[in-house]
Nanobody, 121 residues
């Protein structure tokens, strides 16, 4: 059964860190580019980072550059999002997604259910 399951969200103070994980089952992870999205209340979902199949190429939304890092472990079928220097505006539900075509095409085939990240003092 194909599943993308996010974990690692929670409540953190501004300036803190969280590491999100996306555990993938039911597909061969190294055939897919993987991305992280987020959606804040009342806002549209936005892509924040994508990593190529091999992990050799990554991209980031400007608002998270220098603070977030994306990585993947194909052997463990898991993708990670390390989030540092968190700000209240990072508060959102975070989703992982899989793309057979690759990061450039912005077409995602599978999605996780999301994990809530709340940045607040």
């Amino acid at each position: 059964q194909l599943q993308l399951v996010e974990s690692g969200g929670g409540l953190v103070q501004p300036g803190g860190s969280l590491r999100l994980s996306c555990a993938v089952s039911g597909l061969t992870l190294d055939n897919y580019a993987m991305a992280w999205f987020r959606q804040a209340p009342g806002k549209e979902r936005e892509e924040i980072s994508c990593i190529s199949r091999s992990g050799g190429s990554t991209n980031f939304r400007d608002s998270v550059k220098g603070r977030f890092t994306i990585s993947r472990d194909n052997a463990k079928n898991t993708v990670y999002l390390q989030m540092n220097s968190l700000k209240p505006e990072d508060t959102a539900v975070y989703y992982c997604a899989a793309s057979r075509r690759g990061c450039i095409w912005k077409v995602y085939d599978y999605w996780g259910q999301g994990t809530q990240v709340t940045v607040s003092s």
